[in-house]
C-alpha cells in the first residue's frame, strides 16, 4: 500500500493519521507540490486525474481522496474505532461531513495573506503560471475534462482572493464556519465520543494543527468549551499515530525549499 501525499498537504495529514491511527502499514511516498509540481507529472495524472494529494495506492485499487481513504482505514480498523458503533455512526458521520464543508484553502491563504500582505501578488501569480501550464497540455491530455476541471478550479482561487470581499470580511466567514463547527463537537472521553478514536477525532485533529500553524487557534481556546477541547488535542498529540503522521503545527519553510 502507498499513500502519495505531501507534507504540507492538509488532506495528505488526514490521510496519514488516518491510516498510522487504524495502524495501517503502509509507504508514504513524499510528493513535491510547491516546487517540483510533481501532481501535475504524467505519471501521477495516470494515477489521479484530479492531480490533487493525497493518493492511495493498494494493488489495484485508487483511492484519490482523502474522505475515502479515511473510510477504508475506519473500515480496517473495525471495532477500534467507534465508527462501528451503530448508536454513534451518525453523529460521528454529521461532524466528519462538517468538517469538509470548511474549505480550509480559503482560511489558510486568506489568513496568510494578511499576514503578508505580499501574497496578494504572489499567490494569483503562481496559479496564473499552473493554468498556462494546463492549458498547453490541454490538446494532448488522456483526461480533458479533467485538466479543463482544473483550470477552471484555479481560476475560481484567483476569482475568490483577488475580488469581491476584502480579506479580512472573507477571514470572517471563515472563522464563524470553524466557531459552528467546533460548537458540535463532543468531548466524552479520552477521544471526542468516548473511549476509542473515530473518523471525528482524525479530522478534527488536523484542522486544531491547523489552526496552530496560521495563528488562529484561539478560535478553540477562547471556545465556550474550550479547555475541554484544548485538552483533547494535547492528547491527541501525545499519540504516537499523531507523532508519526507529521501533523504540521507551524509552517516548515525550509521543507519546502529543500525539496526543491
Known sequence: MILYSAPPSYYSMIGRLALNTAHVSFKDHHMDIHVRKEQLAPWYVALNPHMTVPTLVDGKTILIDSQDILHLAATLAGNQWLDVDLNLSPQIETVVKTHYAIPIERLTFCKAMMRLPILKFIFPHALGSIIKGLQARLPNAIDPAAVQAKITLNQSRIAYFTQGASLEEKMA?????????????????NFLFGNKPSSADIVTAVLFGRLKMIGEYALVTNHARGLALDQWFSRMQQQAAFQQSDIWLRFKWWQILLRG
Open 173 to 189: 466567514v471563515e472563522r464563524n464556519r470553524v466557531s459552528v463547527y467546533l460548537d458540535q463537537l463532543p468531548t466524552l472521553g
